[in-house]
Structure formats: structure tokens, C-alpha cells
């Protein structure tokens, strides 16, 4: 764990041994869409409302 003030090299160093490795085959999207939005930032999908900064 890396202590406050310390740099951000040294927490690495720490975690380093406990990262996996990234995988070597693209990730699958299972679903991709256009979506609109309204002027108040709200998009709805699959029935629910979400807020869009």
C-alpha cells in the first residue's frame, strides 16, 4: 500500500506482483446502439433513465 505523499512508482513497485497480465484478444461488446439524448442530459435504455454528464 502506498503511503500518502509517496509517489505513485512506488505503489506500483508494491502491486505489481498481484497485477494480470491484459488479455491478447480484443474484448467483446455485446451490444452497441445509438442513442439520442434530451436536452436535459437524460437517455433512457431498456426501460431505465440514466443522467448524462
Known sequence: MRR?????????????AG???LPTRPVEVPEVADRGMSK???IRWHGNLYSVP
Do not use: Q
Not at 500518502?4 to 505489481?16: K, M, N, Q, Y
Open 4 to 16: 500518502p505523499g509517496s509517489p505513485p512508482e512506488v505503489g506500483l513497485a508494491d502491486e505489481r
Open 19 to 21: 497485477l494480470r497480465p
Open 40 to 42: 436535459t442530459g437524460i
